[in-house]
């Protein structure tokens, strides 16, 4: 039995900047073009795109948690050598293609019914709001089906590549999305530029994972493959299901409960305020399929430094950030979305930037515990999360409007710490005593409210926006520097600095 390569510290690095990568370079694409599409589009019509640029990430949730089963299943497997390609990934790729056909027709079937309750019919006309339902249950099966390539990717943690493709791809979707909608294309030919990207992705992530894979064996479907994981599998399908309602489908629910122009300025606070979130699960992406291998070796110690160490990441990445966005939303949307950038469009981001950060500190336990093959806390609470969602955009929509929306995610997001506390009692695997951490987190947080207090005024532009900004953040880090009470990631970074810097004054 080959064991499994050892992972360095700076090999784990080196996957958390792709996962940085992953998601800072979509957002920058994204932050520069909303504006533009909102403007050209309107806040409904914006809604509408917004709900159907969805419709991908809602593909991936409707695997019946195949996907996830899959990526422990090739994680463990990849240890010992490459995947059975016909056996194996073959028998995986004709239950993805048959649930790809079920979801798929499903949502064609459904289009009408769909179009009139998103309020798509009475915003388009009925017609055009069917056509595009059925391209977007067209997007559903081809994201389903094609979906298996990525996923030898993720367990090989092929993180660079991952990266490149969802960028681009995400490039080319929003930068296709506004030449098409500036030349008055109807959004229809958005959802077909969407499948072509799929393809294409899938194709170059085929040609990216085929060295993990053999093909020495003639193709043979057996059932019993991906059913041998079928109470994991089912597990993470529940847990799938509620997180697609709490954090894709909430559009969707706001759009049928209130108007697509309220899911439209739902989503401009949204597409910012989940940053912290996506940016955690795409740091810490890599932590599934290390941890799927070190439980299938029964290495607890080093799960337990793992986990530790993404606790500790998570806080510094996400607490600095925190107050400068609270305390400079308001110049920010105005710069941003000028007349749209209202005083509640504000309110309603800062409400959501506190409900997502609070959703974060439940990441890695959650990697983790799903990776032990234990499924069921997780999907207790994405249900509780779900069901708080539906009862209360059901309740304060009608109501409140974008304000009843946010109150409503507040509450749900509420439950992860309830959930963090569960998953970690059930992983049993110690906590190290970090009061010296915290200590540091809340200087670090005094010094940045300071600085802030005496900067923000200065904020006319763009430049000192940045300025300001970047000087919060700063002080979070720098007076934490200087008193010794960094964590003990962020001192190989500094380390890491330092020897660049040495490396680049040295002798030429």
């Given amino acids: ?8 510290p700076r090999r784990f690095s080196v996957q958390a900047f792709w996962g940085l990568a992953s998601w800072l370079l979509p957002l920058v694409v994204v932050f520069l073009l ?11 019509r914006f809604g509408v795109l917004m709900i159907v640029l969805i419709t991908p990430i809602i593909a991936t949730q409707l695997d019946l948690g195949l996907g996830s089963s899959a ?29 790809a056909l079920l979801f798929g027709t499903a949502v064609a079937l459904g289009a009408e019914w769909l179009a009139a309750t998103l309020g798509f019919s009475e915003l388009l006309g009925r017609d055009t709001a069917v056509e595009l339902i059925r391209w977007c249950a067209l997007w559903v099966a081809v994201s389903l089906a094609t979906g298996l390539p990525a996923l030898v990717a993720r367990a090989a943690q092929s993180f660079a590549w991952l990266t490149a493709v969802q960028t681009a791809s995400t490039v080319v979707l929003w930068v296709g999305a506004l030449l098409l909608v500036g030349a008055g294309f109807p959004l229809r030919d958005i959802v077909i530029l969407g499948i072509a990207i799929s393809v294409a992705s899938t194709a170059v992530m085929a040609f990216v994972a085929h060295r993990a894979v053999r093909w020495d064996t003639p193709l043979s479907f057996q059932l019993s493959l991906p059913m041998e994981d079928a109470r994991f599998a089912s597990g993470m399908f529940a847990t799938q299901i509620a997180s697609a309602i709490a954090f894709q489908a909430d559009r969707i629910l ?62 510094v990445l996400v607490v600095p950030i925190l107050l400068p966005a609270l305390w400079l939303a308001h110049p920010f949307f105005e710069l941003w979305l000028g007349a749209y950038g209202t005083p509640d469009l504000v309110l309603a981001f800062k409400i959501l930037l506190v409900a997502f950060a609070m959703t ?8 983790v515990l799903a990776a032990s093959g234990r499924s069921g806390p997780a999907a207790a609470f994405s249900w509780l999360t779900a069901i708080t969602v539906i009862v209360g955009i059901v309740a304060l929509v009608p109501a409140y409007g974008l304000l009843g929306a946010v ?19 059930t992983l049993a695997l110690g906590r190290p005593p970090r009061w010296r951490f915290w200590a540091g987190v809340l200087v670090g947080v005094s010094v940045q409210a300071g600085v802030l207090w005496l900067m923000a005024t200065e904020v006319v532009g763009w430049v000192t926006l940045i300025w300001v900004g970047t000087a919060g953040w700063g002080a979070f880090f720098l007076v934490r520097a200087a008193l010794k009470l960094l964590s003990p990631e962020e001192v190989r970074v500094f380390n890491l600095l330092r020897q660049t810097d040495s490396s680049r004054d040295g002798p030429r």
């Fill in 407 to 425: 109150v409503a995610i507040f509450a749900a997001m509420s439950t992860t710490f309830a959930f963090s506390i569960v998953a970690r009692r």
């Fill in 254 to 315: 706001i759009s049928s409960f209130g108007s697509p122009a309220i899911a439209g300025a739902y989503s401009l606070c949204v597409t910012l305020a989940n940053k912290p979130l996506a940016a955690v699960a795409a740091i810490t992406s890599f932590a599934y399929p290390h941890a799927s291998g070190l439980h299938a070796t029964g290495a607890r110690e080093q799960l337990s430094a793992l986990l530790h160490a993404l606790d500790r990441a998570v806080v």
């Fill in 360 to 367: 974060t500190f439940a990441v890695p336990a959650s990697h």
């Fill in 71 to 99: 990526v422990r299943r090739f994680a463990a497997g990849l240890s010992q050598g490459p995947l059975d390609g016909a056996r194996l990934l073959f028998s995986y790729f004709c239950v993805f293609c048959a649930i």
């Fill in 34 to 44: 909303t504006p533009q599409l909102l403007h050209q589009l309107g806040t409904a």
């Fill in 1 to 8: 039995m080959a064991a499994s390569p050892v992972r360095t």
